[in-house]
């Protein structure tokens, strides 16, 4: 701010902003510097988080913190240091590791935010989606869209971990959010390998006439890794025999849809998996938004704003909006991506700037 | 007409008529109960054509008739009989039985006419869709949408025939139909079991990162009789166990869509596949646009206007607008249907009347 | 089509043949030349209606032609001379002049063909839509979607005469139309200045919350020549500042829409008006579609595949889809224009070709 | 939340929850409850601005603030007694009064929050948007969407103020904001009456050819108080002659819309007028979402959460989201409204609840 146009300090202006303070208002032009940078400025820092350490934290707590109604859910987000108070890993988006010990239940509830949750490693748990029963495996994406009740329980010996991805940030900020409570229980507790949504809507290009109504989200409730993986593979497969299908060189991904739409799977949250071939770099971009990545497989390294983290399996990082960033694939490298794209897309605030054109 | 309305016979009335004709006019007054009737008053009329008489009739083209560039395709048009003298099913579609003898090609060409294939029995041929072989086996729907280069080939020693479905007479009417040329020959005569389209596009709920601008027509190039069948078998499961899954009970169908938007084929036909288990008999219905079934396996019947016409694998009747029609199964009944309804649709003449409702 | 790939006449193709016409099929290689032409060929042809015949004819069937129930309107169609029997200007649309006696009522009747009225001179004609009384004057655009109920009266002791445009043909040849009489009186003969959809609705960018459900057609009963007039002059004195605001130099031009939308005002019919300075000429195009213009105001010409025909005032002339065409202005050149533009747009059918670029 | 879930003490979990800390990590079981309300539970909280406090001290600032580069305008922001150290009115809107003296200029911006203005009293200043001069009077509604270049300047030799309504807070939270400077005067000092915006754009029902491309935002920059209050008025004439036309009895209200598509003026505000009979109030009603109204004229009262609030000219009220309100006319009552709606329904976050029926 040029300090030229501010007022000169006088009891006059005491008063007038002692008024200000009594009535509830704010002058702008002491903050508008502030409130309205010239490109985003985010107060949300890139950060790493380590699997090595998630992992080790998640089992701790299955040891000493019970699951049950009240606390709901055995979860541990991750705060953006730069966020200060708010378990926030950007200013929309909720990230967490879940931990459910053996035979444990996660009670059932509902609430307008926005869930997912997808499998880094494991198996054995199924979470009931409004009734239907959806099993959990290693490299699953897995969907919970607003006002649908939900549980999961642990059908084994043995504990599983995975992330949650929602809008909780956002839901908070902007006053949206409902929340119900539903059975203390699962509602049903059987473990069929494919939940009815699948049956239903997982065949490709075909759509039920009986779900001849466009929903808001997504009513598939698993995308199984067999698929994810056998769709990355054609596309760099098609790539090799010449023909266009990868989205840059050496760099295959999809994005989960909505098969109503072939939209984003839910209002508020876009998902996708990228795989790069060993070796491969992407170009370095800037985006309006934030995006949290969890690798999947391999190793490489992200470079944010020109510092290079390596990173690998199970490893999480968020980028604020704004801030730039590109991959670089020591092996074959896998990652799932989790954004708030829809958001800025849907107020057309996006914006996208590519900083080099290596690949 | 009521012809009270109607002007008196005199010289006058009759020079007013002369003066009409020497200016290219005609009164309203005269033709109104004909132009525009209380409801659709179809000059097509509905009909069914056996497949044990198209397919010999077929099989005999293939000995006389040569398949190549003017002729363009051996394909034999259903002409409904209450259309005079065009080759149309109905105003709007076209159908035709096309046959392939042993190592024919039909060479390739381009066209603004939407075209899809279907196949109830055999298998050996390729469809070449813009440079991509697509494998045509019994039970596939396959598509052609418009001004994409095609031509077929028939890799072994035995003949095949299917059907094909387009817009040609809505295209004529119409006066918006292109056509170009291509290759004499297929441009690739590779056989493999999947298109590249399928590789790319057929992961349910999966878009590839590559194609995220939404598509006219479906990407997809065949759509395959196993994840058909898959998708029927488990409605009907579903069904049994107590799940909303069919249309009605016993009636299980789906739709086949452009997974870019969840929505038809190709912007002016509409494709689905219907199962009926035996016994079943939907309810009596009439429809504003023009409807075609083709039997795939089993026996059944369907009533038009209270008429019953036994119908079996392989036979195709037509129902025009408004006409009444029901399916009554007698043993498991599989029918691919495809119909005018995106044009009905889109330009909201879309009107439907449930006859009765004993399904 | 190249007669090389024709089958040699034999007895054997002689009983194929038979075997064809027996059981209504016909062969595509006999006929594809003719059904899939190179680029369209209509059978409709370019052709030009004056007004100094149309009007005196109208006027003698109001003197010899009753008007009512059964009738239902004195209107004279306009039939393009290559449609033979048919009463269409085009393949698509419907073009009459209707002539209204003093103090006569046409009666009120409803159907699902979207209809409109455009007054090229006088006044005192109300037409009835829903109950809603709607003054008809000249230089109005006058909506009746499909099916609203609507009659006529005139309340003056002169008669009155105007342009109906509807989408009759169209919807015969798909057989989409219900008709259904209704009063044989008009239910409201008030003669207000404004019908109430204009009062509820033609206030720039103000939407009532009371309609925020959005309408397939315009909710306007009215599109006032005051407005019209108003915003193309606005157009051209914005040009004359140096702003952009016209389609080409010298050439103003506005489309009415449905302001629920800002779409078309009926998902069948287009519906613009063009001004063109003294001396300007359109660049010559070639469109997917039929069109229609009547000109309002001034005298030009119309050049239609390189044939010049001069137009004035009430002149009448049709396009057909793919007819090379430019206008040319002597004075100040006024035209409304009519088209089946939604229906090729929302079947995706619709292309531009510009043969050169004058303007 | 149930204590029973939670965790016991012990240094084990100490050690846990030190790990957390360490690791930016920060458990849900704790927080749940804060974070996911059962219904949403703002922290803004209702709220009455006077228009007697805000003038004077907008003028009081007048004299003592000067306005340029650097503070760029006099506004003085409305800050929700809830939201502590923020200038929000709510958690997504920024609303302001803003004071321009005679002859002052506020220098050319431009930034990517969305803003507008409304003007309760007065004349005389004009805003140039992107080198399009927009006359500023009472009642008028002036659009400056997203990334538009805007500058005001005050022609006359008495002072001005009016209200500013932007998504500051929205864009602030979730780091989508971009800022420009521009000129440091306006780019153009003449004073029409009407803005080219206006001129193009303001014709009911009308739509230029040369704006066929929909706009993200309207297009049109001044919405005149002279339609305003004659679309409301005709509502209430319409209801009067028994016609429907109002929202609910003696309930007259327009949406300002962007004319290229019928939606909302921009991507993140709503804004409307309501207009009550003296001696009406509406039904009491929950929305998600916040939302702010300025009494343009007449006296009445606001119910919030059940405490009555009278209010009159000038006067400013929020209601944070799911916050019960109503209002109650004493005069004829008329009101400005804005909020963050669009937001709530492109995110599929709108929830409404209407609690009682009296109107």
Known sequence: MDD???PEDSPALRELYAGFEANHLKPLWTQIGNLMPRHPHPRAVAHVWKWSTLYPLAKSSGDLVPVGRGGERRAIGLAN????????????????IQYLGPRETAPEHRHSQNAFRFVVEGEGVWTVVNGDPVRMSRGDFLLTPGWNFHGHHNDTDHPMAWIDGLDIPFSFQNDVGFFEYGSDRVTDYSTPNLSRSERLWCHPGLRPL???????????????????????????????EGHPATVAQGH?????????????????IRAEFHRLRAGVETVT?????????QVFEGKGAVVLEGTT??????DIFVIPSWVSWSLQAETT???????????????????LKIEDDRQ
């Not at 108070?85 to 200013?91: A, E, K, L, R, V």
């Not at 991904?253 to 939209?263: C, D, E, K, L, W």
């Not at 983290?309 to 199970?314: Q, T």
């Open 81 to 96: 240091p730069g966020l200060g108070g708010n378990t926030y890993i950007s200013p929309t988006m909720w990230c967490a």
């Open 333 to 351: 490298f896998d990652l799932f991506r989790f954004s708030d794209a829809p958001i800025m897309e849907r107020l057309n605030f996006d914006r």
């Open 252 to 268: 295959a991904a999809i994005r989960y849809v909505n098969p109503t739409t072939g939209g984003d799977v839910m209002p508020t």
């Open 309 to 314: 983290h390596k990173v690998e399996k199970g």
């Open 285 to 293: 971009r800037r985006e309006v938004g934030s995006t949290v990545f």
């Open 210 to 240: 009986s779900g001849l109504q466009n929903t808001v989200s997504s009513p598939i409730g698993a995308y199984r890794w067999e698929h994810t993986d056998n769709a990355l593979n054609q596309q760099l497969l098609l790539e090799e």
């Open 4 to 6: 030229a146009t501010q």
